[in-house]
């Protein structure tokens, strides 16, 4: 079986059924309780229109794997949702964002209080770079949810979809928002994702499936980036 598809099923149902271990106790639509915090450049608006590349950041709390290609494909999801885009490869953007995410689960004994985050920062690149940004940070979006069950990945379409109604506002302090598990937006970053990953799946293999030569192994952060690393 290959694996990488036998993923994307699995993240397609977990996505979907994600289920919230704490704060969720509305008897007729369950909520998700998400902690924002936001920073913008004063009098910046909406970045609609504007192209973006993503540059991935190490996380200093997160100690699971993550299938990289599932984070990038709900990031550009919203981004896209957002009115923005992802140019070619030798076409300069106009914003770097450096992807953040991970479990804080330091000191935490309580699953309910396990923390899953994303965080996105975005850089303006005058002197338009192919691969850093060179200019000041205009916005920096965290978004968190506690008592989430099950891997990161599952987390993303929420948390991608509330960071992006975020982006080029300031919070002040963190603040919490509820956002019901039926959520449109939250529907509509998981099924772009899951739409994309799919068209970049590879083809169903023809040769024997006990061959080992057909066998594709699944995306790790090993061999697959979101842009280039932050240095």
């Known amino acids: 079986m290959n694996s990488s598809g036998r993923f994307l099923r699995l993240f ?8 919230c271990t704490a704060g969720c106790n509305n008897i007729f639509v369950a909520k998700h309780k998400v902690l924002v915090d936001a920073i913008t450049a004063p009098g910046l608006e909406k970045p609609t229109g504007k192209s973006y590349r993503l540059l991935a950041k190490k996380s200093v709390v997160s100690q699971t794997q993550v299938q990289i290609p599932v984070v990038k494909a709900c990031v550009d999801a919203a981004l896209v949702g957002l009115g923005m885009y ?3 490869a030798n076409v300069a953007p106009d914003l770097f ?3 953040g995410y991970g479990t804080d689960s330091t000191g935490r004994v309580d699953p309910s209080t396990r923390e899953t985050f994303l965080q996105l920062s975005a850089r303006q690149n ?3 770079s192919l691969d850093k ?6 916005w920096d979006v965290r978004v968190a949810v506690l008592g989430i069950a099950g891997r990161i990945e599952a987390a993303m379409p929420l948390l991608c979809a509330v960071a992006a109604n975020y982006i080029a506002t300031d919070t002040h302090m963190e603040t919490k928002v509820d956002i019901p ?3 449109p937006m939250v529907a509509s970053v998981r099924e772009s994702a899951i ?3 799919e068209a970049k799946a ?4 023809r040769a024997s499936p006990g061959d080992p030569a057909t066998q594709a192994p699944a995306p790790t952060p090993g061999n697959v980036q979101i842009g280039n690393p932050v240095k």
């Open 12 to 19: 397609a149902w977990a996505a979907g059924a994600l289920v």
């Open 86 to 88: 992802e140019p070619p």
């Open 181 to 183: 598990q039926n959520s």
């Open 126 to 128: 005058p002197e338009k």
């Open 202 to 205: 590879p083809a169903p293999e």
């Open 133 to 138: 940004g060179t200019g000041p940070e205009v």
């Open 97 to 99: 964002i450096e992807v």
């Open 195 to 197: 739409k994309a990953l």
